[in-house]
């Protein structure tokens, strides 16, 4: 009588501690994540323009083009005391400004000057304080890495990761069927009065003379392979929160590999074990702040805050990733035979 009592009560109380999954977003109901989720390493699409490579002091400036759309963007590297560099990647000429987190840091980093130590076709050494740490910027495909001494620490895109979704107006607005059709209108008025041999040189001063607005049905025409997948452009709405995405998708992504390194950490508020597992099999941990009572043990859902700091730790040195940007990210974990690789994704 007393075991059927109790199973009668286990059976009562099952129900009270289930967790209601519906109110944890996943990567897949994510199309963001969905999206970068499907780049395969080694398929990068970006170049560094060491031409273009600008140093003042403790910052510099390279760009970056996208081969595929043709879209530039800025880097900015910046040299920090105690052996710190800040990494800041945006659009060259940005439909409009980026939100940018304040209130964070508690004060300015220390600037430490980089100082260029050597260069060739394809590769940018700087040397980053006085401790022997060095940068290498790789031109094609874009990467960067750090070294101390002669022991490679960190490498940015070395998997060719990047991902970065460009703010743009929608094609069904009235102002992109207006430079659509004006660009248009422009090249058929071009034709009509060029003659055979004045084509050839209206096409060479086409580029300098004229207009933006033929520019832009040619990046549109670039663009249209991308706009064309599901998600980018649709509404998405999980619970009560409507995405509307008045620019368009915005997404991006970036690849960090921690040669050397086993173990990482960090990255809460999650309910799994202090040191992070690969996520290659389960979804990535996700980084946006909810306000649920129930959730699982052991799992990579979000939970009550996030924090972006990611620790690694080895016999010889201690690395930390500090990502600042608001917006919900999630972090994937894998491994190989030379350390630890984290993808962050941030909408």
Not at 315 to 331: D, K, M, P, Q
Request: with cysteine.
């Amino acid at each position: 009588r007393l075991l059927e009592l109790a199973l009668v009560f286990s059976v009562c109380l099952a129900p009270a501690l289930s967790v209601d999954r519906s109110n944890f977003k996943t990567c897949d109901q994510s199309s963001f994540c969905r999206r970068q989720r499907k780049l395969e390493p080694g398929s990068s699409q970006y170049r560094a323009l060491l031409g273009s490579a600008k140093l003042i002091a403790d910052k510099l400036e390279i760009q970056l083009i996208n081969d595929k759309t043709k879209v530039s963007l800025l880097l900015e590297v910046f040299g920090l005391h105690g052996n710190m560099t800040r990494i800041k990647i945006n659009e060259l000429k940005p439909l409009k400004p980026r939100y940018e987190v304040p209130d964070v840091l508690v004060g300015t980093p220390t600037p430490e000057n980089l100082q260029v130590t050597g260069q060739d076709d394809n590769t940018l050494e700087l040397s980053l304080g006085g401790e022997g740490h060095k940068l290498l910027v790789t031109g094609s495909p874009f990467r960067l890495d750090i070294l101390s001494g002669q022991d490679l620490v960190l490498s940015v895109n070395s998997r060719g990761l990047l991902y970065f979704e460009h703010l743009r107006a929608r094609k069904d607005t009235l102002s992109a069927k207006v430079s659509s059709a004006v660009g248009n209108m422009w090249h058929k008025v071009k034709n009509l009065f060029s003659s055979d041999s004045e084509k050839t040189d209206a096409a060479s001063e086409s580029d300098s003379e004229i207009p933006a607005e033929e520019e832009v049905v040619k990046e549109e025409e670039n663009k249209k392979e991308e706009e064309d997948e599901p998600g980018m452009w649709e509404e998405e709405t999980f619970k009560t929160h409507t995405d509307s995405k008045p620019y368009g998708p915005s997404s991006l992504g970036l690849d960090f590999s921690l040669p050397g390194f086993e173990h990482v950490y960090g990255i809460p508020e999650h309910a799994d074990n202090l040191r992070l597992r690969t996520t290659e099999s389960t979804d990535p941990y996700r980084l946006y702040n909810l306000d649920v009572f129930q959730y699982e043990l052991y799992n990579t859902m979000a939970l009550y805050g996030a924090v972006p700091l990611l620790l690694a730790h080895n016999i010889h040195r201690t690395l930390g990733i500090f990502w600042l940007n608001a917006a919900e990210t999630w972090v994937d974990i894998s491994s190989n035979t030379a350390g630890k690789v984290s993808k962050w994704r941030t909408k």
